[in-house]
């Protein structure tokens, strides 16, 4: 079956600064890619999504981009806020399944 | 539209005891998923069913779990009977035809002692 792996498993930034967080998957099948938000003692809530046939989406201040070749995908957040600290989840699915694989999660700290 | 819906939002039960979880998805939903988080084993994939037949059940720990779904607007999570080790957020989420992007419940906290 699929396996996702995200890197890091936590990221401290000061506010104002970049983030990444990296995902890699085995499925060479896998077609939808979505990042979902995870506030404390809330729950996840989609943020982006990317499908494979596109290599990149924004939205604001959050990027994915998408490598099929390599099979990772990652999330960009500019611009950080205290309000962006938060768990963030990657995931992975194909086809009709509607079955996604989560990331372990990276657990996002903004400093003021 | 409301969101998904689960009751209850948390649940103490003792070693033993029965427990009954609930989930109303968003209508029109087809999909409907339970996924148990707990801090050791992240976001685990329970079981998940397309109108209302279950289409895989992998992720179901043992035979003390078990989830029905008897119409497009409510499911069941069981467990019987219910472990210390059982104690975690039980999240239901619901999605579209293809199964994308999910939307979540608030979760129901579940503790056993």
């Known amino acids: 079956g699929e396996n996702v792996e995200q890197h890091p498993s936590t990221l401290s930034v000061q506010e104002g600064d970049s983030a990444v967080i990296k995902c890699t998957y085995s499925d060479s099948a896998s077609n939808y890619f979505p990042w979902y938000k995870q506030e404390l003692g809330k729950r996840p809530q989609l943020i982006i999504d990317?499908?494979?046939?596109?290599g990149e989406k924004k939205d604001q201040r959050i990027a994915v981009t998408l490598n099929k070749t390599a099979k990772h995908f990652s999330l960009h957040i500019t611009e950080t806020q205290p309000e962006d600290s938060a768990v963030y989840f990657c995931?992975?699915?194909?086809?009709?399944?509607?079955?996604?694989?989560f990331g372990d999660g990276t657990t996002l700290t903004v400093k003021p | 539209d409301a969101g998904v819906i689960q009751s209850p939002r948390h649940e103490v039960t003792e070693m033993g005891q029965e427990v009954t979880l609930r989930c109303k998805p968003i209508?029109?939903?087809?999909?409907l998923f339970w996924y148990r988080q707990t801090m050791m084993r992240g976001l685990e994939l329970l079981i998940y069913f397309n109108n209302n037949v279950p289409i895989d059940d992998s992720g179901m720990p043992e035979d003390r779990f078990s989830a029905k779904m008897p119409n497009a607007s409510f499911s069941t999570l069981k467990i019987q009977p219910s472990e210390p080790r059982d104690s975690a957020v039980y999240f239901c989420?619901?999605?579209?035809?293809?199964?994308?992007?999910?939307?979540f419940g608030n979760g129901t906290r579940l503790t056993v002692t």
């Open positions: 990317i499908r494979s046939n596109v």
């Open positions: 995931a992975a699915s194909k086809g009709n399944a509607g079955k996604s694989t």
């Open positions: 989420a619901s999605s579209f035809r293809d199964g994308r992007p999910l939307h």
């Open positions: 209508s029109g939903h087809d999909y």
